[in-house]
């Protein structure tokens, strides 16, 4: 069954997903971390491509950031997901990472993810005017990614399966600035 649950602060997975999101602290706040268990189909798939492969691909766990549509805030259940074709974050909890979705550059059409925070962040947004802050970002098993402009890039969909959602609310927009309110 798929669900989204939200996790403790108590719990292990959740400390261990902060203990990941290596940004300045001062710059955000954790809003929940969801678990994601995706529809069995997605989850088969990509245990299958693990079990069964000749060489056992590397399996990275890393950040993608998207857009969100819905009152993102609100997500504690899989009822609560929104039917807004362009919202990537419950278009890819339905539907799983799509290339169809992805915006093509000058090497190819590549599914991105990253190891750091910062730069997925840049990925993530409200498609509407006032969202107060929040945004989602996914944790997600990547494998057979090849690093791509400091990031990792997939060109199969299959080989990403999402595991946790991070909501959560900035401050400031970029992370990068945070030298010049400091000095
Ligand atoms: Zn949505």
Redesign the pocket.
Known sequence: MRTITPLPITDEEYRNIISNFNISPTFYTIHSILKIEMDWSFTNRFDSFMMWAWEKPNLLRLFHGTK???DIWNLDDWSK??N?SE?G??GILKFGPLLSKAQPNLAGTYLWYSPTVSMAHEYTGPLKLNDDGFRAMFVMDVIHGKPYSNSIVIEAQENALPRYLIIYKVYREKFENQEDILS
């Open positions: 969100h549509a819905c997901l929104c807004n919202c974050v419950c």
